[in-house]
């Protein structure tokens, strides 16, 4: 039994209860990200490797695989428009004839595999998948690597998990410690990549997943230092003199970077409605994309390839105007209706270009704060706003940076740009395609109400109960005759049956009566026909008895003491259930003013207001 209060008011006893719901099977599951996470680390640079060299090859005409930008030097524009293209067409080729789910960026379908496919990513997927990335941005395409690494370090999860016996949350957790892996290995940000992990792919936060996701991430960020280096990827010199106006500027800059990141999504989807009504397979498709890339190449070079070298000249401050107008309306459009066309690249890299230019542009009006201080908040921005991961955006911008100085206008631009995105439109870049699919994805996090109620707060107590040796003649009978506006009587359909002691013997349902009855076993005791029952207790939440419902395909429990299992003290039902949700309505939609300011009211001074008698005299 629990305490009572000061008022005498019980005290519910829910020492039973924890926090998060963990078990040993969760050092298990951390143990197996480890040599996962080296995969994903090695494929990482692997894919980094394979990028440079047929960058090298097609552009420069060189064995080295060292990255290097496409547009870094005056080309032949015919190399310049045909490279694209081919590209396109053997990612094409590779799709239709090796698998499709290599089209695309690569995190819908890392997205679509955990929700729909019970994490299982076919082995093909993890082989074509970086190949097919590698030609794309390595012959010009205006993508990043990451979106094929996470993909490709969580194929990797995946078919590991696969060998062994495990859950379909545990094969999830291992695809998302690959994917995690190989993020932290493309650009240093275990961080980021650990919040991405729960802000987009683990939908859920619990032990269980954190913990092996965060061992994964930590492995790869030691297993990169020495085979990719350890250092900061885009150096920012100088301090910052962030000022109250700066703070609010980065609003402003915000809102415009929620706006751009809308543009840039809405490009996406509809060069992605316009390739659908080429009256051409879907395989010629990245070709296409490919002339639209070539195309953007010969006005702007610069806007080929990851672009690493001119995200870092934007938030070095050493980018020139020209370039950044070039790049911010050159790399947007060529970015958005290529990927449209369904090649193989990612997001992240041109989401660090594009809004990296912006805020280039925005330095030219907005005061000086610090080298590349607003390419950093525009950067942030658009990256929160396309993926609605405004924290990962946040700590990516620092994490790529080091600026940690600049952890409070991040914070508000993010922020902003997150809620201009999420108000004007309904789903992002990476959850559009996947409800293109006809599948609903919501990415709201909340407590489960049914996990802050009780049985005993919406249990029934006045519970129609049977003795063993009652039969069932008599006790359907005692049915029929049940007052019919008791509206609990007439919905009650499983009975507790006590022994002669009046314990729980088990419990009968009104079917079973009926059908017995019907066979003619009519003078037959209860006690033949009792089944063991599933029981709950006043101090279960109703999530537990949701799950134990459905578990085992029934809609109603008998309620018993924790202490005294066989003393029957009412019923819970399905619908009860429904009481939390209903809580959880009432909060969201009810309104009501808790507090009132009392207002002084005016009121004359009657005691000298001069009365008809006085006036007169």
């Given at each position: 039994?629990?305490?009572?209060?000061?008022?005498?008011?019980?005290?519910?006893?829910?020492?039973?209860?924890?926090?998060?719901?963990?078990?040993?099977?969760?050092?298990?599951?951390a143990?197996?990200?480890?040599?996962?996470?080296?995969?994903?680390?090695?494929?990482?640079?692997?894919?980094?490797?394979?990028?440079?060299?047929?960058t090298?090859?097609?552009?420069?005409?060189?064995?080295?695989?060292?990255?290097?930008?496409?547009?870094?030097?005056?080309?032949?524009?015919?190399?310049?428009?045909?490279?694209?293209?081919?590209?396109?067409?053997?990612?094409?080729?590779?799709?239709?004839?090796?698998?499709e789910?290599?089209?695309?960026?690569?995190?819908?379908?890392?997205?679509?595999?955990?929700?729909l496919?019970?994490?299982?990513?076919?082995?093909r997927?993890?082989?074509?998948?970086?190949?097919?990335?590698?030609?794309?941005?390595?012959?010009?395409?205006?993508?990043?690597?990451?979106?094929?690494?996470?993909m490709?370090g969580?194929?990797?999860?995946?078919?590991?998990?696969q060998?062994?016996?495990?859950?379909?949350?545990?094969?999830?957790?291992?695809?998302?410690?690959?994917?995690?892996?190989?993020?932290?290995?493309?650009?240093?940000?275990?961080?980021?990549?650990?919040?991405?992990?729960?802000?987009?792919?683990?939908?859920?936060?619990?032990?269980?997943?954190?913990?092996?996701?965060?061992?994964?991430?930590?492995?790869?960020?030691?297993?990169?230092?020495?085979?990719?280096?350890?250092?900061?990827l885009?150096?920012?010199?100088?301090?910052?003199?962030?000022?109250?106006?700066?703070?609010?500027?980065?609003?402003?800059?915000?809102?415009?970077?929620?706006?751009?990141?809308?543009?840039?999504?809405?490009?996406?989807?509809?060069?992605?409605d316009?390739?659908r009504?080429?009256?051409?397979?879907?395989?010629?498709?990245?070709?296409?994309?490919?002339?639209?890339?070539?195309?953007?190449?010969?006005?702007v070079?610069?806007a080929?390839g990851?672009?690493?070298?001119?995200?870092?000249?934007?938030?070095?401050?050493?980018?020139?105007?020209?370039?950044?107008?070039?790049?911010?309306?050159?790399?947007?459009?060529?970015?958005?209706?290529?990927?449209?066309?369904?090649?193989?690249?990612?997001?992240?890299?041109?989401?660090?270009?594009?809004?990296?230019?912006l805020?280039?542009?925005?330095?030219?009006?907005?005061?000086?704060?610090?080298?590349?201080?607003?390419?950093?908040?525009?950067?942030?921005g658009?990256?929160?706003?396309?993926?609605?991961?405004?924290?990962?955006?946040?700590?990516?911008?620092?994490?790529?940076?080091?600026?940690?100085?600049?952890?409070?206008?991040?914070?508000?631009?993010?922020?902003t740009?997150?809620?201009?995105?999420v108000?004007?439109l309904?789903?992002?870049?990476l959850?559009?395609?996947?409800?293109?699919?006809?599948?609903?994805?919501?990415?709201?996090?909340?407590?489960?109400?049914?996990?802050?109620?009780?049985?005993?707060?919406?249990?029934?107590?006045?519970?129609?109960?049977?003795?063993?040796?009652?039969?069932?003649?008599?006790?359907?009978?005692?049915l029929?005759?049940?007052?019919?506006?008791?509206?609990?009587?007439?919905?009650?359909?499983?009975?507790?049956?006590?022994?002669?002691?009046?314990?729980?013997?088990?419990?009968?349902?009104?079917?079973?009566?009926e059908?017995?009855?019907?066979?003619?076993?009519?003078?037959?005791?209860?006690?033949?026909?009792?089944?063991?029952p599933?029981?709950?207790?006043?101090?279960?939440?109703?999530?537990?008895?949701?799950?134990?419902?459905?578990?085992?395909?029934?809609?109603?429990?008998p309620?018993?003491?924790?202490?005294?299992?066989?003393?029957?003290?009412?019923?819970?039902?399905?619908?009860?259930?429904?009481?939390?949700?209903?809580?959880?309505?009432?909060e969201?939609?009810?309104?009501?003013?808790v507090?009132?300011?009392?207002?002084?009211?005016?009121?004359?001074?009657?005691?000298?207001?001069?009365?008809?008698?006085?006036?007169?005299?």
């Open positions: 039994m629990g305490e009572q209060t000061a008022s005498g008011k019980q005290i519910r006893d829910v020492g039973h209860l924890a926090d998060f719901t963990a078990t040993p099977r969760m050092l298990y599951i143990a197996l990200a480890v040599p996962i996470a080296a995969l994903g680390t090695g494929a990482a640079w692997a894919l980094s490797r394979l990028i440079g060299l047929i090298n090859l097609v552009f420069y005409q060189r064995i080295d695989t060292k990255l290097v930008a496409p547009g870094a030097i005056h080309h032949n524009p015919l190399l310049v428009l045909g490279a694209p293209i081919v590209g396109g067409l053997i990612v094409g080729v590779m799709a239709r004839y090796g698998s789910k290599i089209r695309g960026h690569g995190m819908p379908e890392a997205i679509e595999a955990i929700l496919g019970g994490s299982k990513v076919q082995p997927v993890a082989a074509l998948k970086p190949i097919s990335a590698a030609v794309s941005i390595g012959t010009g395409g205006p993508f990043g690597a990451e979106g094929p690494i996470i490709t969580g194929a990797l999860g995946s078919l590991l998990a060998f062994l016996h495990l859950t379909a949350d545990e094969r999830k957790t291992l695809l998302v410690a690959g994917a995690t892996a190989g993020m932290t290995a493309t650009f240093n940000t275990p961080f980021a990549a650990l919040l991405l992990a729960v802000e987009l792919l683990l939908f859920e936060w619990r032990p269980r997943s954190f913990i092996p996701v965060a061992a994964a991430v930590s492995v790869a960020a030691l297993l990169r230092a020495p085979i990719m280096g350890h250092g900061v885009f150096p920012s010199p100088g301090t910052l003199h962030v000022t109250p106006l700066a703070c609010l500027l980065c609003v402003v800059s915000g809102i415009a970077s929620g706006l751009l990141a809308i543009v840039a999504t809405t490009l996406v989807y509809a060069s992605e316009g390739f009504r080429l009256p051409v397979h879907w395989m010629w498709w990245p070709a296409i994309g490919g002339v639209i890339i070539g195309v953007g190449g010969l006005f070079p610069q080929l990851v672009g690493y070298d001119v995200i870092g000249a934007e938030l070095d401050g050493s980018i020139g105007l020209g370039l950044v107008v070039g790049i911010l309306v050159v790399k947007t459009l060529i970015w958005s209706l290529s990927l449209g066309s369904g090649t193989s690249g990612g997001v992240l890299a041109p989401m660090f270009m594009i809004g990296g230019a805020g280039a542009l925005e330095s030219h009006v907005f005061p000086t704060v610090g080298h590349g201080f607003w390419a950093l908040i525009a950067l942030a658009v990256l929160g706003g396309v993926m609605r991961s405004p924290l990962t955006g946040v700590v990516f911008a620092i994490e790529l940076t080091h600026r940690f100085d600049a952890l409070l206008p991040l914070i508000i631009g993010a922020s740009a997150y809620a201009v995105s108000l004007l309904k789903r992002s870049v959850t559009e395609k996947i409800a293109r699919r006809g599948y609903h994805l919501s990415r709201e996090y909340d407590v489960d109400p049914l996990e802050i109620l009780f049985v005993s707060e919406v249990m029934r107590t006045d519970v129609h109960t049977f003795r063993e040796e009652v039969t069932t003649g008599s006790a359907l009978s005692g029929s005759g049940y007052n019919p506006d008791d509206r609990g009587s007439r919905h009650q359909r499983l009975y507790p049956v006590q022994d002669a002691e009046g314990h729980l013997a088990g419990v009968v349902t009104r079917s079973a009566l059908m017995a009855v019907h066979t003619g076993s009519v003078d037959v005791p209860l006690s033949e026909f009792v089944i063991p599933l029981v709950a207790h006043p101090d279960d939440t109703l999530r537990h008895i949701a799950m134990v419902m459905a578990d085992n395909d029934i809609d109603r429990m309620v018993v003491d924790r202490d005294a299992p066989d003393t029957i003290l009412g019923m819970v039902t399905l619908t009860m259930l429904l009481a939390g949700r209903v809580r959880d309505l009432s969201a939609r009810d309104t009501e003013r507090f009132r300011i009392p207002l002084p009211t005016w009121r004359p001074d009657r005691r000298h207001t001069p009365t008809p008698d006085t006036a007169a005299a």
